[in-house]
């Protein structure tokens, strides 16, 4: 085996986990984040002799997967809808508390727009600037703005402010 495939064999091994998680924000399906990161890591092993040579593998992954993902959105195609909703769990435990919260806070995710998710996962998240992120997005830093005000606002709408639960109103 070359040098140049254990090296790209060891950042596949090492970086897989985190970039999938940042898909998973992204496209907010598991499948969809599977094949983004696919999708990115076959780039980014194209580009593997040029990014060994002094470039940031994990940057150009990265930033492959939103330019990706931007141009899925840029696409037609056909909403799809879920049956219904998600059969209860059988065992009999409660997972309350954080896990409660993590399904609130996804579902409301979900309802977002993706470009208002998008911005919102690479601001918050993935804690890039502002400039960065428009940069990322292929928008102007004002449109990534509004994006991220809006979904705060939508956010804010949907998921309970836990300081003020249960309080009378």
Same mark, same amino acid.
């Given at each position: 085996?070359?040098?140049?495939?254990?090296?790209f064999?060891?950042?596949?091994?090492?970086?897989?986990?985190?970039?999938?998680?940042?898909?998973?924000?992204?496209?907010?399906?598991?499948?969809?984040?599977?094949?983004?990161?696919?999708?990115?890591?076959?780039?980014?092993? $194209? !580009?593997?002799?040029?990014? !060994?040579?002094?470039?940031?593998?994990?940057?150009?992954?990265?930033?492959?997967m939103?330019?990706?993902?931007?141009?899925?959105?840029?696409? $037609?195609?056909?909403?799809?809808?879920?049956?219904?909703?998600?059969?209860?769990?059988?065992?009999g435990?409660d997972?309350?508390?954080?896990?409660?919260?993590?399904?609130?806070?996804?579902?409301?995710?979900?309802?977002?727009? !993706?470009?208002q998710?998008?911005?919102?996962?690479?601001?918050?998240?993935?804690?890039?600037?502002?400039?960065?992120?428009?940069?990322?997005?292929?928008?102007?830093?004002g449109?990534?703005?509004?994006?991220?005000?809006?979904?705060?606002?939508?956010?804010?709408?949907?998921?309970?402010?836990?300081?003020?639960?249960?309080?009378? $109103?």
């Amino acid at each position: 085996m070359s040098t140049d495939g254990h090296d790209f064999e060891s950042f596949y091994r090492a970086r897989t986990p985190a970039l999938l998680r940042t898909a998973y924000l992204l496209t907010g399906d598991r499948h969809l984040a599977e094949d983004l990161v696919q999708d990115a890591l076959a780039r980014t092993h $194209r !580009a593997w002799r040029r990014l !060994a040579d002094g470039g940031n593998p994990e940057a150009y992954a990265r930033r492959v997967m939103y330019h990706l993902q931007v141009s899925r959105w840029r696409r $037609r195609r056909v909403a799809e809808s879920l049956p219904g909703e998600l059969p209860e769990r059988r065992d009999g435990r409660d997972p309350a508390g954080e896990a409660a919260e993590r399904l609130a806070l996804r579902q409301a995710l979900l309802t977002l727009p !993706a470009r208002q998710r998008a911005a919102l996962v690479l601001r918050y998240f993935e804690d890039h600037s502002e400039a960065e992120a428009a940069d990322l997005l292929g928008c102007r830093v004002g449109t990534l703005k509004s994006h991220l005000a809006r979904g705060l606002a939508a956010l804010r709408r949907a998921l309970p402010d836990p300081a003020t639960e249960g309080m009378p $109103r």
